[in-house]
């Protein structure tokens, strides 16, 4: 796997854009500088230009012939490094050059009149202007007006030196800025991403004695972390859950499995305490045996409890098909009828055409079979249970299993579907029980996403209520 | 001696009083729920009671409060499946004298029912004796100036008990009180019929008699 940094990034992503932004404006700074130098170097050759053609003059003669007068030849833009000029006219072609023309420099054509060219390995910019030669005798004849071509040209040198050396400030400049902003954006990112260190050093502390997360103010202030510590939040809280309700299973089923452990080897250790007849063997090893099994059913029910709640808490992974479920209530109250009948007491089905329910048959029969036995085992012999089976509106499957016994006092009430719960120890024990059927009950029904209350009147009974979700 | 056994695990309660009755000839009550075992307790006079926690009715707890509460100083024995450091310090600060965790050793529990049995009574070893006379409550065997004496059953028990109690007065009712369990009719002649035979083993060879009669009063055993 690629592992990411988001520190890297981020630093990436602001180096990148810096020097972008760094880059175009080392451009924009060139070019301006350039435009701005060249823009008043034009103003001065411009000036210089026409300085050059108002050195042109008629001759006196009157025969309109016109000569340059070299006396004032303005000075060069840049002192050391001398500019070249040539003048053409419209008649006689050039009339002038300066010392330094270079006889091969090749003139752009009309419409161009500022260009850049290399003689002799320095750089000039040259400028085309046409004149008109001024007057400089009013009272002479009136002469076919000549048109003056005049193209001045200066060196770049200084130009380029002053373009190159504002490029180095600005790159220079930006390359500081840069830097810094690199290093405040580490410091940033680092001191950003505190909050997230500091989660991480409180979920590394998290174990099975402590599963709270301590926070500081800074990080729950932290927007970006909220959902983070949310999330987590709420996972360490359903995972406590969970833990905490095996360890109080595990708890539980230790200490229920010691009294039939204990039951056991004073059994046979009370056999061993002396030579006994061969008929107290006998009995003592029956007994043992009885134990024993009582030992294997109550385990056998402990892991049905510990798989109902897992699916009840994980949700149920297994391929269900629909089935009828007045059907399994029906096979439930067949079960029972056998123990009812031993009681003199009826059970009577309610139901309503079928239910289509999906599930495993095994498991509704086992949650209506728990139920169907407690109404049975607590009511007195010869009284009648009902079981009740219907589809309501809401999209619920409702089964009722109700007594005609004692009822069940408040505060027993509460703790029914507790698991090892025995309501009156002396009658459960007496009658096989664990304490886990109503526990399996619940969890297989909500393992299936139902839910199941109790409600009861003393002296008049207990009904208990299955709601099963169709849909 | 006489020991209750409060255990609503009927198997568990059987083999603990089958335990005591063959291994140290204890008189033994068995109480199934914390209601019988409290009236059996403030009705009779015990040695020693082992008491379940996990009790119907009245839990272990509660019926051990309320012995407490009445004043009854017996020796208790709580039997639990609890081991847990809280459980057994609020067992003891109820006022228990020991606990045993379940699944117990039978050897281990006899023991300790005995051991509490002697400090109950002021006597730390098991070995009891006064003046010559020695009864070695684990072998269960009597010596009088080194000679092995052949008691029968009941004889021992009422040796073993005047024996906890030396230089007291102990009635013929304390004595029944202690040495039958509930199940048994209660005639105060028999005790003579052991005080006789009693004498006649141990005196036998002796010039000092250890087992007086206090007229209207009961026994004393003394020099």
Same mark, same amino acid.
């Given at each position: 796997?690629?592992?990411?940094?988001?520190?890297?990034?981020?630093?990436?992503?602001?180096?990148?854009?810096?020097?972008?932004?760094?880059?175009?404006?080392?451009?924009?700074?060139?070019?301006?500088?350039?435009?701005?130098?060249?823009?008043?170097?034009?103003?001065?050759?411009?000036?210089?230009?026409?300085?050059?053609?108002?050195?042109?003059?008629?001759?006196?003669?009157?025969?309109?012939?016109?000569?340059?007068?070299?006396?004032?030849?303005?000075?060069?833009?840049?002192?050391?490094?001398?500019?070249?000029?040539?003048?053409?006219?419209?008649?006689?072609?050039?009339?002038?050059?300066?010392?330094?023309?270079?006889?091969?420099?090749?003139?752009?054509?009309?419409?161009?009149?500022?260009?850049?060219?290399?003689?002799?390995?320095?750089?000039?910019?040259?400028?085309?202007?046409?004149?008109?030669?001024?007057?400089?005798?009013?009272?002479?004849?009136?002469?076919?007006?000549?048109?003056?071509?005049?193209?001045?040209?200066?060196?770049?040198?200084?130009?380029?030196?002053?373009?190159?050396?504002?490029?180095?400030?600005?790159?220079?400049?930006?390359?500081?800025?840069?830097?810094?902003?690199?290093?405040?954006?580490?410091?940033?990112?680092?001191?950003?991403?505190?909050?997230?260190?500091?989660?991480?050093?409180?979920?590394?502390?998290?174990?099975?004695?402590?599963?709270?997360?301590?926070?500081?103010?800074?990080?729950?202030?932290?927007?970006?972390?909220?959902?983070?510590?949310?999330?987590?939040?709420?996972?360490?809280?359903?995972?406590?859950?969970?833990?905490?309700?095996?360890?109080?299973?595990?708890?539980?089923?230790?200490?229920?499995?010691?009294?039939?452990?204990?039951?056991?080897?004073?059994?046979?250790?009370?056999?061993?305490?002396?030579?006994?007849?061969?008929?107290?063997?006998?009995?003592?090893?029956?007994?043992?045996?009885?134990?024993?099994?009582?030992?294997?059913?109550?385990?056998?029910?402990?892991?049905?409890?510990?798989?109902?709640?897992?699916?009840?808490?994980?949700?149920?992974?297994?391929?269900?098909?629909?089935?009828?479920?007045?059907?399994?209530?029906?096979?439930?109250?067949?079960?029972?009828?056998?123990?009812?009948?031993?009681?003199?007491?009826?059970?009577?089905?309610?139901?309503?055409?079928?239910?289509?329910?999906?599930?495993?048959?095994?498991?509704?029969?086992?949650?209506?079979?728990?139920?169907?036995?407690?109404?049975?085992?607590?009511?007195?012999?010869?009284?009648?249970?009902?079981?009740?089976?219907?589809?309501?509106?809401?999209?619920?499957?409702?089964?009722?299993?109700?007594?005609?016994?004692?009822?069940?006092?408040?505060?027993?009430?509460?703790?029914?579907?507790?698991?090892?719960?025995?309501?009156?120890?002396?009658?459960?024990?007496?009658?096989?029980?664990?304490?886990?059927?109503?526990?399996?009950?619940?969890?297989?029904?909500?393992?299936?996403?139902?839910?199941?209350?109790?409600?009861?009147?003393?002296?008049?009974?207990?009904?208990?209520?299955?709601?099963?979700?169709?849909? | 001696?006489?020991?209750?056994?409060?255990?609503?695990?009927?198997?568990?309660?059987?083999?603990?009083?089958?335990?005591?009755?063959?291994?140290?000839?204890?008189?033994?009550?068995?109480?199934?729920?914390?209601?019988?075992?409290?009236?059996?307790?403030?009705?009779?006079?015990?040695?020693?009671?082992?008491?379940?926690?996990?009790?119907?009715?009245?839990?272990?707890?509660?019926? @051990?409060? *309320?012995? $407490?509460?009445?004043?009854?100083? =017996?020796?208790? +024995?709580?039997?639990?499946?609890?081991?847990?450091? /809280?459980?057994?310090?609020?067992?003891?600060?109820?006022?228990?004298?020991?606990?045993?965790?379940?699944?117990?050793?039978?050897?281990?529990?006899?023991?300790?029912?005995?051991?509490?049995?002697?400090?109950?009574?002021?006597?730390?070893?098991?070995?009891?004796?006064?003046?010559?006379?020695?009864?070695?409550?684990?072998?269960?065997?009597?010596?009088?100036?080194?000679?092995?004496?052949?008691?029968?059953?009941?004889?021992?028990?009422?040796?073993?008990?005047? @024996?906890? *109690?030396? $230089?007291?007065?102990?009635?013929? =009712?304390?004595? +029944?009180?202690?040495?039958?369990?509930?199940?048994? /009719?209660?005639?105060?002649?028999?005790?003579?019929?052991?005080?006789?035979?009693?004498r006649r083993k141990l005196d036998n060879g002796s010039s000092r008699q250890l087992i007086h009669t206090v007229r209207g009063q009961g026994y004393v055993l003394q020099d």
């Amino acid at each position: 796997m690629r592992q990411t940094s988001i520190r890297r990034r981020l630093i990436a992503i602001v180096v990148l854009s810096q020097a972008l932004l760094a880059a175009g404006l080392l451009l924009t700074g060139i070019y301006y500088t350039e435009w701005r130098l060249l823009s008043s170097l034009d103003a001065a050759m411009q000036a210089r230009a026409t300085s050059v053609a108002a050195l042109v003059r008629y001759t006196e003669d009157g025969t309109g012939n016109v000569y340059f007068d070299d006396s004032l030849i303005p000075p060069s833009i840049d002192p050391t490094h001398p500019d070249l000029f040539a003048v053409w006219t419209e008649k006689s072609g050039l009339l002038v050059h300066s010392r330094n023309w270079p006889p091969a420099l090749q003139i752009p054509p009309d419409g161009k009149d500022h260009w850049r060219f290399k003689w002799a390995h320095v750089p000039y910019r040259g400028l085309r202007a046409l004149h008109v030669p001024v007057l400089d005798r009013e009272d002479g004849p009136e002469f076919h007006a000549q048109t003056l071509t005049v193209v001045y040209a200066t060196p770049l040198i200084q130009l380029d030196q002053q373009v190159h050396a504002a490029g180095v400030s600005i790159a220079a400049w930006s390359g500081l800025l840069l830097a810094i902003t690199v290093l405040l954006a580490l410091w940033g990112i680092r001191r950003g991403l505190l909050p997230l260190r500091e989660l991480a050093d409180q979920a590394a502390s998290v174990s099975s004695s402590n599963w709270q997360l301590h926070l500081q103010k800074d990080e729950e202030q932290v927007t970006e972390l909220r959902p983070l510590i949310d999330s987590m939040t709420n996972m360490l809280a359903r995972l406590e859950r969970s833990f905490v309700q095996q360890k109080e299973f595990l708890g539980n089923a230790a200490h229920e499995l010691k009294t039939p452990l204990a039951v056991v080897k004073s059994t046979l250790q009370s056999l061993l305490q002396r030579p006994r007849s061969e008929e107290e063997y006998q009995q003592g090893l029956e007994h043992s045996l009885e134990d024993l099994q009582r030992l294997e059913q109550l385990l056998h029910w402990m892991l049905r409890l510990a798989r109902a709640e897992q699916w009840a808490h994980g949700g149920l992974r297994r391929d269900l098909q629909v089935i009828d479920l007045s059907a399994t209530c029906e096979e439930a109250v067949e079960r029972v009828r056998h123990l009812a009948a031993e009681r003199a007491m009826t059970v009577e089905l309610e139901k309503n055409g079928q239910v289509p329910f999906k599930a495993d048959p095994e498991d509704l029969q086992l949650v209506w079979s728990n139920l169907l036995e407690n109404a049975v085992r607590y009511s007195p012999e010869g009284a009648r249970v009902e079981m009740k089976v219907a589809n309501t509106n809401g999209g619920l499957a409702r089964v009722i299993v109700a007594d005609h016994g004692p009822g069940i006092p408040a505060d027993e009430l509460a703790h029914i579907f507790d698991r090892f719960y025995r309501g009156d120890p002396s009658r459960n024990r007496a009658t096989g029980g664990y304490g886990l059927g109503l526990a399996i009950a619940k969890a297989l029904v909500e393992a299936y996403g139902g839910n199941i209350r109790a409600e009861s009147a003393p002296g008049e009974g207990t009904r208990m209520t299955v709601e099963l979700p169709t849909s | 001696m006489r020991v209750l056994i409060i255990e609503d695990e009927p198997r568990l309660a059987e083999n603990v009083g089958r335990s005591l009755r063959e291994s140290a000839g204890y008189a033994v009550d068995i109480a199934p729920d914390g209601q019988d075992g409290l009236f059996m307790a403030e009705s009779n006079e015990y040695d020693a009671i082992l008491l379940d926690l996990m009790l119907p009715h009245i839990d272990g707890m509660e019926v @051990l409060r *309320r012995i $407490r509460k009445a004043g009854q100083r =017996t020796p208790v +024995l709580v039997v639990t499946a609890r081991d847990d450091k /809280e459980s057994v310090v609020a067992l003891l600060n109820a006022g228990a004298d020991d606990y045993l965790t379940k699944p117990f050793d039978l050897g281990e529990l006899l023991a300790r029912t005995k051991a509490l049995i002697r400090r109950g009574k002021g006597q730390p070893l098991p070995i009891l004796s006064i003046a010559d006379l020695e009864l070695n409550t684990n072998s269960r065997s009597v010596r009088r100036a080194g000679r092995p004496i052949t008691l029968t059953a009941m004889e021992y028990r009422v040796l073993e008990y005047l @024996l906890h *109690r030396p $230089r007291a007065v102990v009635s013929k =009712t304390e004595l +029944l009180e202690h040495l039958y369990d509930y199940n048994w /009719e209660k005639f105060s002649n028999v005790i003579e019929v052991y005080i006789s035979g009693l004498r006649r083993k141990l005196d036998n060879g002796s010039s000092r008699q250890l087992i007086h009669t206090v007229r209207g009063q009961g026994y004393v055993l003394q020099d």
